[in-house]
């Protein structure tokens, strides 16, 4: 956390993965040479990477006070890696995919969230917060669903710096992509969040082939066999039954 504090812009969600990280690679029986300091900061630097928001070697040994060297880091990277095989990003993750991660930091889950990827997708479709880094442009999603899906009255809701400090990203940055990118689409996108949010009326069309239809066709009924009760008498033999004296 102090190395993270250091290197400044460091969302959370990427602490929580370095976390994640560094616990699955205390496992390893075979980190011989590498200090747990050198595995935290490989850790977060596997952390940085899954989220392409990786730093220069050089950086990340100048944040923990030159006590992890580049042969170390390299070495500890190794068993990080060895721990946690799942294959890193090709390229930036997209908006969507930061915004679910601060929505899930957050947790604003449920309602918020689908809130909140309708509004990513149409935000990208519509070509707002081009040229804005995805993360900036994430957190600026989330500060709209955010304020405008919440009760300002409510106790315990997420607020610009909130927000902020969630994505770590600077607040005039924030408040500039949200006024500037998000704003000025401000009907499109609330539009996106209700559709996502609220259950999709019938259409007319819907109604008119629903009445259209044939209707299914009625199941045959089974016949009950008849009781022990009910079942007839046998047929009469022709034979006089006796007279009794």
């Known amino acids: 956390a102090e190395v993270a504090k250091r290197l400044s812009g460091v969302p959370r969600f990427v602490l929580t993965d370095a976390h994640a990280a560094y616990a699955r690679t205390l496992k390893d029986t075979s980190r011989r040479g590498c200090t747990d300091l050198g595995l935290a900061l490989a850790s977060l630097e596997f952390a940085l990477q899954k989220s392409r928001l990786e730093r220069p070697r050089a950086e990340l040994c100048a944040a923990a006070s030159e006590r992890v060297s580049m042969p170390q880091l390299t070495a500890c990277a190794k068993v990080v890696r060895r721990q946690n095989a799942e294959p890193l990003p090709d390229d930036t993750p997209t908006v969507a995919h930061f915004v679910a991660r601060l929505c899930d930091e957050l947790k604003q889950r449920g309602q918020y969230a689908k809130a909140a990827a309708a509004v990513a997708a149409r935000t990208v479709e519509l070509g707002a917060g081009r040229g804005v880094q995805p993360l900036v442009v994430a957190a600026a999603v989330c500060l709209l669903v955010f304020e405008r899906h919440t009760s300002k009255a409510l106790e315990g809701r997420q607020t610009d710096a909130d927000i902020a400090a969630a994505a770590s990203v600077a607040h005039a940055d924030l408040m500039s992509c949200y006024t500037l990118e998000l704003l000025p689409h401000v009907h499109e996108l609330l539009d996106a969040s209700v559709e996502a949010i609220l ?47």
Do not use: E, F, H
């Not at 209707?215 to 009760?229: E, F, L």
């Open 199 to 245: 259950p999709k009326p019938a259409s007319a069309g819907d109604l008119t082939a629903l009445l259209a239809a044939p209707a299914p066709p009625t199941p045959p009924q089974k016949q009950k066999a008849p009781s022990a009760r009910r079942r007839s008498k046998p047929p009469p033999t022709g034979r006089t039954p006796p007279t009794v004296a």
